[in-house]
Every structure is written in structure tokens, then in C-alpha cells.
């Protein structure tokens, strides 16, 4: 059982809270430098597991509530990036870390990519999955009804409405754990919209506060990753994303969607062992198609999810 660490600290008066998992790895195996996770907009520090499991014995693993997430303080009112950048910094200087391994998925992907520009001296390499590099006008309508529905105070039609803009609900397209992962979507949006101080404005920076994806950082080795059928943006135009920053790697998952870490989670903290242990990527599980299940049943489609 690695040693937990959970710490809190301050950025610009807000506070907010980190977790270190301590590398749980002995004898003469890879290593590398600590992987900072940060993942999306309404994401904490504890939904990691599957990738703790992998990374924990080749390096320290770190995950944060930074403001305006999780159990964290709210946001101030304005942009946002610069200082969830700084409190991500703030999270490395307390650990004493020169160098870390990157991590960022969805909404983090834009934090991860910003931080590693603005400081990319400390950051060894960057793993960038679900990249939000464009919202199209029909995401935004879609999300916006689902915001409405909340503000009317019906929580279920907004966690359905949402689950569906997150996931692909096409039957005719291959998303393995479909129906899980729409139940665990679903049920994560409907305790978050009945708990969280922080929902409302959480999807109002997610849709009005894109990051910057317009250039790449120097010298910082980097892997983007998409799932086959992502809905939020394409794995075309990630694809895209990844060439125009000059990523050294961008791979397509088939069978998965948006939540890839969720519906190919080992895969996904696999690839990610991998690539910050500099191994070969080419002969990775999460590269390989997943047969269907016998008896698989497509996630339930919510009233109005067809019209986005």
C-alpha cells in the first residue's frame, strides 16, 4: 500500500487540497519522474485508481482539488487559467519537485498544456487525452439546455442531457462499457448537480474560457490520445491538435469514446506507464480492439439526446 500525503494549500487566497500517492515500486524496474494528474472540469483528486494502480510502483502519482473542483474553495470571478496554472506550480514548489511527468485529461488537458508552456522546464513529458481543442455550436446548445434544466431544479434531466453530450450514444458505433460508463456518468452528474457548489460555474469556464491550444510548448516530449468516437471533439480534429503543437505521438483508441480512461481504463494508465517510462508504444493493449460482449446492451438514450 503506497504512503498517502494530503496537503493544502493557498493560490491568490483560495485554498485548495493535493493528494501524493508515494511510489509503491521497489528493486531494479522502471522508474520515472512523479506524474501530476489532472483531469476534468468536475473531477477531484480521488477518481484516479485505475491509473494509481499502474503508475504507483514507477513513480510518485499527485492529484489535486484545485480551486473550483472537487471538495476546493470556488473560483474568484474572471479568467481562471493563470491561476489554476499557479496553483499547479504551487503543488510542485511544496513538493520540491524540479521535474514532473504530466498528466491532463479533458478540461485538464488545456491546464496541462498551458502550465507546460508556461513553465516547460518542469515538465519531463506530457500526456494529453479527450483534448477539448474545438466545441462546436451544437455541444454548447446541448449543454446549455442541460444548465437550463438545472436551473429549473430538475437534476435528473440535467445529468442525462449531459451524460449524453459526454458519451456516444450510437449503437452503430463500437464503445465498449457503453452502458456502464453512461450509468457511471450519469449518477457522478446527478450527486455533483445535488452537492457541488462549484457545477454551475465549473460548465460556464468549460464552455466560455477555452484554453490557448494554439502552439506547443518547447522541448516537452508529448503524447495526445483520443477515443475513436469522442463527441466532444473529434479524434480528427485532436489529431490536428496534436499536429500543429508538434506532438511526438498522437493515438486513436477504438472502441471508446470521450471517457476512454473510464471505458478502456487500464489501457489507458498502460499507454500512459509507458510513455513516461519511455517503453515502446506500438504493441500497447490500448491499441487493440475490444470484442463484444455477449449480451452488451447500449446505454439507455435520453428523451431530446438525438436533436444535439
Same mark, same amino acid.
Given at each position: 500500500?503506497?504512503?498517502? $500525503?494530503? =496537503?493544502? +494549500?493557498?493560490?491568490?487566497?483560495?485554498?485548495?487540497?493535493?493528494?501524493?500517492?508515494?511510489?509503491?515500486?521497489? &528493486?531494479?524496474?522502471?522508474?520515472?519522474?512523479?506524474?501530476?494528474?489532472? &483531469?476534468?472540469?468536475?473531477?477531484?483528486?480521488? &477518481?484516479?485508481?485505475?491509473?494509481?494502480?499502474?503508475?504507483?510502483?514507477?513513480?510518485?502519482?499527485?492529484?489535486?482539488?484545485?480551486?473550483?473542483?472537487?471538495?476546493?474553495?470556488?473560483?474568484?470571478?474572471?479568467?481562471?487559467?493563470?491561476?489554476?496554472?499557479?496553483?499547479?506550480?504551487?503543488?510542485?514548489?511544496?513538493? =520540491?519537485?524540479?521535474?514532473?511527468?504530466?498528466?491532463?485529461? !479533458?478540461?485538464?488537458?488545456?491546464?496541462?498544456?498551458?502550465?507546460?508552456?508556461?513553465?516547460?522546464?518542469?515538465?519531463?513529458?506530457?500526456?494529453?487525452?479527450?483534448?477539448?481543442?474545438?466545441?462546436?455550436?451544437?455541444?454548447?446548445?446541448?449543454? *446549455? @439546455? %442541460?444548465?437550463?434544466?438545472?436551473?429549473?431544479?430538475?437534476?435528473?434531466?440535467?445529468?442525462?442531457?449531459?451524460?449524453?453530450?459526454?458519451?456516444?450514444?450510437?449503437?452503430?458505433?463500437?464503445?465498449?462499457? =457503453?452502458?456502464? %460508463?453512461?450509468?457511471?456518468?450519469?449518477?457522478? +452528474?446527478?450527486?455533483?448537480?445535488?452537492? !457541488? /457548489?462549484? +457545477?454551475?460555474? !465549473?460548465? *460556464?469556464?468549460?464552455?466560455?474560457? /477555452?484554453?490557448?491550444? !494554439?502552439?506547443?510548448?518547447?522541448?516537452?516530449?508529448?503524447?495526445?490520445?483520443?477515443?475513436?468516437?469522442? #463527441? $466532444? #471533439?473529434?479524434?480528427?480534429?485532436?489529431?490536428?491538435?496534436?499536429?500543429?503543437?508538434?506532438?511526438?505521438?498522437?493515438?486513436?483508441?477504438?472502441?471508446?469514446?470521450?471517457?476512454?480512461?473510464?471505458? =478502456?481504463? @487500464?489501457? #489507458? %494508465?498502460?499507454?500512459?506507464?509507458?510513455?513516461? #517510462?519511455?517503453?515502446?508504444?506500438?504493441?500497447?493493449?490500448?491499441?487493440? @480492439?475490444?470484442?463484444?460482449?455477449?449480451?452488451?446492451?447500449?446505454? /439507455?438514450?435520453?428523451? &431530446?439526446?438525438?436533436?444535439?
Amino acid at each position: 500500500m503506497p504512503d498517502e $500525503v494530503i =496537503r493544502s +494549500l493557498t493560490v491568490s487566497g483560495v485554498p485548495y487540497t493535493y493528494r501524493l500517492l508515494r511510489r509503491s515500486g521497489h &528493486g531494479s524496474g522502471p522508474r520515472t519522474q512523479p506524474v501530476l494528474v489532472i &483531469g476534468g472540469a468536475l473531477q477531484g483528486m480521488g &477518481g484516479w485508481q485505475q491509473l494509481e494502480n499502474v503508475l504507483g510502483p514507477v513513480a510518485d502519482v499527485v492529484t489535486a482539488d484545485l480551486p473550483g473542483m472537487g471538495g476546493a474553495a470556488p473560483l474568484p470571478p474572471g479568467p481562471s487559467h493563470d491561476l489554476l496554472c499557479r496553483a499547479l506550480e504551487g503543488i510542485l514548489d511544496d513538493l =520540491r519537485y524540479e521535474r514532473v511527468n504530466v498528466f491532463g485529461f !479533458s478540461y485538464g488537458a488545456g491546464l496541462a498544456h498551458g502550465c507546460a508552456r508556461r513553465f516547460p522546464h518542469r515538465v519531463a513529458r506530457m500526456m494529453l487525452g479527450g483534448v477539448p481543442a474545438h466545441i462546436g455550436d451544437a455541444l454548447v446548445r446541448a449543454v *446549455r @439546455r %442541460a444548465q437550463w434544466s438545472l436551473a429549473r431544479g430538475d437534476a435528473e434531466s440535467f445529468a442525462e442531457q449531459t451524460a449524453a453530450v459526454m458519451l456516444c450514444l450510437d449503437e452503430s458505433r463500437h464503445v465498449t462499457r =457503453r452502458a456502464l %460508463a453512461y450509468r457511471y456518468v450519469r449518477r457522478s +452528474l446527478l450527486h455533483t448537480a445535488r452537492h !457541488s /457548489p462549484h +457545477l454551475g460555474d !465549473s460548465l *460556464r469556464r468549460a464552455l466560455t474560457e /477555452p484554453a490557448d491550444f !494554439s502552439g506547443g510548448p518547447t522541448g516537452v516530449p508529448t503524447l495526445v490520445f483520443s477515443g475513436e468516437h469522442d #463527441t $466532444v #471533439t473529434s479524434a480528427e480534429r485532436q489529431r490536428a491538435f496534436a499536429e500543429r503543437i508538434g506532438a511526438r505521438r498522437f493515438l486513436t483508441i477504438p472502441d471508446a469514446d470521450h471517457w476512454v480512461v473510464l471505458e =478502456r481504463a @487500464r489501457d #489507458t %494508465a498502460d499507454l500512459a506507464a509507458r510513455f513516461f #517510462t519511455d517503453r515502446p508504444l506500438t504493441d500497447a493493449p490500448c491499441l487493440r @480492439r475490444v470484442p463484444r460482449e455477449h449480451g452488451e446492451r447500449p446505454a /439507455p438514450v435520453p428523451s &431530446g439526446a438525438g436533436h444535439r
